[in-house]
Each structure stands twice: as C-alpha cells, then as structure tokens.
Nanobody, 124 residues
Framework: QVQLVESGGGLVEAGGSLRLSCAAS???????TGWFRQAPGKDREFVAI????????YYADSVKGRFTISRDNAKNTVYLQMNSLKPEDTAVYYC??????????????????WGQGTQVTVSS
C-alpha cells in the first residue's frame, strides 16, 4: 500500500520560514515528485517538482527564489523549504508522486499518489 505522509505545516508570520517533508512508503520515488497547493475556493496548483533521475527542479513563478525542493534518496523523502513566506502562500500543501512517467507534469492529473495534505497559514 502506497502512502505519502506529509509533515511540517503550521502557522507562521509573513517573512517567516517552514520546511515541509513528504515520506513515502510502499513506493520508490521515480519520474516526477513534488508539491501542489490548494487555497480555499481555488483549484489545486503546481508549486514545485523534481525529476528523480536528474534531480532537476521546476518552480511556479510565484515561489521561484523563495522555495526550494530537495530530496533524500536514502530516506525516500522529498522536502520543500519555504522562505520569505507571504499571506498568499496560505493553502493546504500536498505531496504528489507518479507511478510512471506521464506528460503534463505541471498539472495534478499527472500524479497517481497524493499525501493527506498539510496546512500552511501565513499571517500578515
């Protein structure tokens, strides 16, 4: 049974930092893995992904320069370091993974497995 377990969300003031973790069990990360977020009343949107084979990251324009995605192969874990947080970053953050390479990797439909989500709230 595949499980993605996220941790690290919370409440932080604007300008602060948080680090999210996503640990996988029953699955070895491959292809693309990363993070999406969903704010109330909005669609789930791409935040950051990394290619497991090349370790190359992709970021949404809204987080570029502030967020960093990284991975630990030995722990089968992916991280999202979030710095200079803004109130508009407030959302539920979801870890996502592919079972096989699919196209359209910047959209949620390309991912087969999802974590339960972790709330990130940034106060102004």
């Amino acid at each position: 049974q595949v499980q993605l377990v996220e941790s690290g969300g919370g409440l932080v003031e604007a300008g602060g930092s948080l680090r999210l973790s996503c640990a996988a069990s029953g699955l070895t990360f491959s292809s693309y893995t990363g993070w999406f977020r969903q704010a109330p009343g909005k669609d789930r949107e791409f935040v950051a992904i990394v290619t497991w084979s090349t370790d190359y990251p992709y970021y949404a324009d809204s987080v570029k320069g502030r967020f960093t995605i990284s991975r630990d192969n030995a722990k089968n874990t992916v991280y999202l370091q979030m710095n200079s947080l803004k109130p508009e970053d407030t959302a539920v953050y979801y870890c996502a993974a592919q079972s096989r390479l699919r196209s359209g990797v910047f959209g949620p439909a390309a991912y087969d497995y999802w974590g339960q989500g972790t709330q990130v709230t940034v106060s102004s």
